[in-house]
């Protein structure tokens, strides 16, 4: 079982990790009008999905409004999703205020299948475990990111160049 830490104290994570290089597992997410968007939704599109635990919390929305200002300069073939428990109403609420309009939110709060499925979902909160996937435009998982210690940022640079790699490949 994978773990992270929240302040030093470990947190134990249900589900295994994907394998880079393989398909990406599919998943099925709430979007903010309560619709269904699943992987297929993004075939043919580079697809990052930056889970975090909560919106509302200070480390999440400073890393959503750092993608949010990098989608803005990458390609229109790549998307890029943060992915949470949080209530669709509360990301709806979070974009407009965070002028988030290039970053889509998307919840795993019904039933927390996106977390397992992807080995992210915290055991002890049934939150997720700050994360980044991405994914290329033939839904092969190409690069992951699970972040040691929840209270960090990712790495971004590694993301960014995982982007621009499939992005580049796809061309």
Not at 47 to 63: H, Q, R, W, Y
Request: negative net charge.
């Amino acid at each position: 079982m994978n773990t992270v830490t929240f302040q030093g104290n470990t947190l134990h994570l249900e589900g295994n990790l994907p394998e880079v290089g393989k398909k990406a597992p599919d998943f099925s997410l709430a979007t903010n009008d309560l619709g269904r968007h699943a992987l297929k939704d993004y075939a043919g599109k580079i697809l990052v999905l930056a889970t975090v635990p909560s919106l509302d919390t200070p480390v999440c929305d400073l890393e959503m409004r750092h993608f949010n200002t990098e989608a803005a300069k990458l390609s229109d073939k790549v998307r890029i999703a943060a992915v949470s428990c949080d209530l669709p109403f509360a990301q709806s609420r979070w974009c407009g205020a965070a002028n988030a309009d290039r970053v889509e939110t998307l919840s795993d709060y019904m039933d927390n299948s996106f977390g397992l499925g992807y080995g992210v979902l915290i055991k002890e909160w049934k939150l997720l475990a700050r994360s980044v996937f991405v994914i290329d435009p033939s839904g092969v998982l190409v690069y992951e990111q699970l972040v040691p210690e929840i209270t960090n940022q990712p790495n971004y640079a590694p993301v960014l160049e995982a982007i621009l790699a499939a992005q580049n490949k796809s061309l």
